[in-house]
């Protein structure tokens, strides 16, 4: 009669221990696979942002020569092209390395040049 009441909470035991640890990974999984449909997204988008940084220089040149005068366009333009051509690489970079980390917006506007 004991070892039938010993058997029975073990196996008892056996379950509970299961159900939790079967709920655990449940819960965990749920998760990484919800980063995980927007991972390779924000990958793709920080190569797309390594490979497109330089772009914000020209671009930065020409539209402040457009909105002021060719000098400001060469003068300024060229260091907020820098600028943001640093900003748009580093931000890229960033992208590539953590893509796993979930996060809630993108770092920059617009998300890739092209």
Known sequence: ??????????????????????????????????????????????????????????????ETSKEYNPFAGITYGSVKGALKTAHRTGIGVYDVGAFFVPEKKPPIEPEALF
Do not use: D
Request: hydrophobic share 40%; net charge positive.
């Open 1 to 62: 009669m004991k070892r039938a009441r010993k058997h029975k909470r073990t196996r008892r035991r056996i379950y509970t221990g299961t159900f939790v640890i079967m709920c655990a990974f449940l819960l965990t999984f749920a998760s990484i696979c919800y980063a995980e449909s927007y991972a390779w997204h924000r990958f793709a988008r920080g190569f797309k942002n390594c490979a497109s940084g330089w772009m914000e220089f020209p671009a930065n040149i020409y």
